[in-house]
């Protein structure tokens, strides 16, 4: 499986990006999709995910915020991203995965990542 993730770019805080992350290679509908993020100096942090369900998680910080969302018909899931703030300037990972010994909050649950997409957010 290959995920290629894009949408990232440089905002001003209260602006909006939508990353999208396409992928190839297997049956998208078997995972579950979650996003990452790693700002400069900081571990990789859950952002959102969306299960085979279509069940949604997010962390705190951005519920109301951000919306996670999958099309399993074109392989493709998106994180739109709404009143974004300087703190969540990070690169963004999109994952593909379902160990599910693992919550679907960590990054052990997913077996296929993404390269990654800048969002940078400036005051």
């Known amino acids: 499986v290959q995920l290629q993730a894009s949408g990232g770019g440089l905002v001003q805080a209260g602006d909006s990006l939508r990353l999208s992350c396409v992928a190839s290679?297997?049956?998208?509908?078997?995972?579950?999709i979650g996003w990452f993020r790693q700002a400069p100096g900081k571990e990789r942090e859950f952002v959102a995910a969306?299960?085979?369900?279509?069940?949604?998680y997010y962390t705190d910080s951005v519920k109301g915020r951000l919306t996670i969302s999958r099309d399993d018909a074109r392989n493709t899931a998106s994180l739109q991203m709404n009143g974004l703030k300087p703190e969540d300037t990070a690169v963004y990972y999109c994952?593909?995965?379902?160990?599910?010994?693992?919550?679907?909050?960590?990054?052990?649950?997913?077996?296929?990542w993404g390269q990654g997409t800048q969002v940078t957010v400036s005051s």
């Open positions: 290679g297997h049956t998208f509908s078997s995972y579950s």
């Open positions: 994952a593909l995965g379902d160990r599910a010994h693992y919550g679907i909050n960590t990054p052990r649950r997913y077996e296929y």
């Open positions: 969306i299960s085979r369900s279509y069940m949604t």
